[in-house]
């Protein structure tokens, strides 16, 4: 399969693009399209990179509005435990699919997926077109070590034939969810086979300072000694991590995945240690953190929100620039979190077009559009692996994706009766 976008703009001056087999074969002013092309007329839109969303359960899309503004511990405990105890695979599946569709539409291409079912998710994903790393979380706080373990082994089977543009991970949900035993049995594991991980670290003070009473030691610390902290782990959060935490981690390669709008709707009490973590050396990347609790999946938000924290927490406008921002949302700055490496021949075709003449990106530099002025409303087309998701606004299938998943939200209970 071939395709040929005519008529964009890159980097200020007028391009086309042709991808086969999901790879840019050709970018620059004198492209021609083929005969055999799928054609795509930009008419002036602007190419850019798409987003990557370094973290977020992505099916609980369902749970949207359902306990807000609830302390976190209740909002789990009294609103999401019990319902997540009735989910189905097809739950998970059209929650998912929803999730994608509100990604395509705001310009995310790839995202880092922890939630139940994983292989649901994982043909979600696929259905969709998107592309993903999908862990099952793994919990063994009340003994069932053996029972979470056969799951991750079972999981990590399930999805190993999900095609190329779904990865499996293992995602152990934190370090106090899983006993000190299995948080080394999944440290081999994933050393043995090469598997991805994934587990929220330092999301609350509650959990370092029960940490350091339990074990005398920092959760970053903690984790290394389990075997945990390499170049292979995702760490979301790491709001409360200190200097030598975050030195370590550097030393390690792990990946932090900043989610500042989540953080700040749970009131963790302190914004991630970004300019330190910079000047430490970290890779970094951008998430939503999940639906449930964001409750956006539009990334243009968070990096915005981002960006604006963190000027802010430093005294310093110029803490974080734009374009900074800008590369911290697209994966730019964090190679790990397995994003394209830029839109260049040889690279897999994941591109957004933007759209022509919208009033937010005309006016200025475009990094400080992006960042401070626009929304994913102005994507206009969302292309992946040469495959265009996305065509003028149009997404094939998106009614049925949207009522299905609210027939999934009204059996779980989940869905207002006024909306029902
Ligand atoms: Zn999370």
């Known amino acids: 399969m071939s395709l040929a976008v005519t008529g964009a703009l890159h980097a200020g ?24 092309d799928v054609k795509l007329d930009a008419a002036g839109a602007i190419l850019v990179p798409p987003l990557l969303n370094g973290h977020t359960h992505a ?61 649901a998710a994982a043909r979600a994903v696929r259905d969709a077109g998107l592309r993903a790393i999908v ?40 370090i106090y969810t899983v006993s000190e035993d299995s948080l080394r049995w999944i440290a081999e594991l994933a050393a043995e086979r090469g598997i991805t991980v994934q587990i929220h670290l330092s999301e609350t003070e509650q959990e370092v300072d029960d940490c350091v ?30 200097e030598s935490e975050l030195e370590l981690i550097a030393a390690r390669g792990a990946v932090i995945v900043t989610n500042p709008v989540a953080n700040l709707k749970l009131a963790v009490g302190r914004v991630f240690p970004y300019v330190r973590a910079r000047a430490a050396g970290i890779q970094i990347g951008l998430g939503t953190d999940g639906p449930g609790s964001n409750n956006s999946l539009d990334l243009f938000a968070d990096m915005k929100v981002f960006a604006l924290v963190q000027k802010h927490e430093a005294r310093d406008s110029a803490a974080v620039t734009a374009e900074e921002a800008w590369e911290v949302a697209t994966g730019a700055r964090a190679p790990l979190l397995g994003g394209a490496r830029g839109l260049e021949v040889g690279q897999p075709a994941d ?70």
């Open 135 to 174: 862990a099952a979380p793994l919990i063994d706080v009340d003994g069932r070590s053996e029972a979470m373990r056969e799951a991750a082994l079972r999981s990590l089977e399930e999805l190993s034939e999900r095609g190329e543009r779904v990865e499996a991970g293992l995602a152990p949900h934190a």
């Open 351 to 420: 591109f957004l077009l933007l759209r022509a003449g919208a009033p937010e990106l005309s006016f200025g530099e475009l990094p400080a559009a992006l960042v401070y002025a626009a929304s994913g409303a102005v994507v206009q087309s969302t292309v992946v692996a040469g495959r265009v998701l996305m065509r003028d606004g149009e997404i094939e299938g998106a009614e049925e994706v949207l009522a299905r998943a609210l027939e999934r939200a009204r059996r779980l209970g989940l869905t207002p009766a006024a909306l029902a």
């Open 59 to 119: 099916a609980m899309t369902l749970f949207r509005g359902y306990g807000d503004d609830l302390p976190l511990m209740r909002w789990l405990e009294e609103k999401v435990w019990p319902i997540e105890r009735k989910l189905q695979p097809e739950d998970v599946y059209w929650g998912t699919r929803l999730a994608c569709l509100e990604m395509i539409r705001s310009g995310t291409t790839r995202f880092w997926d922890m939630y139940w079912h994983p292989e």
């Open 213 to 242: 009473a339990a074990r005398g030691e920092r959760p970053a610390h903690y984790l290394d000694r389990v075997g945990l902290l390499t170049p292979r782990t995702v760490l979301p959060h790491g709001v409360w991590l200190d």
């Open 13 to 36: 001056k007028p391009v086309g693009l042709r991808a086969e087999e999901g790879v840019i074969v050709e970018l620059g002013p004198d492209v021609q399209p083929r005969p055999e």
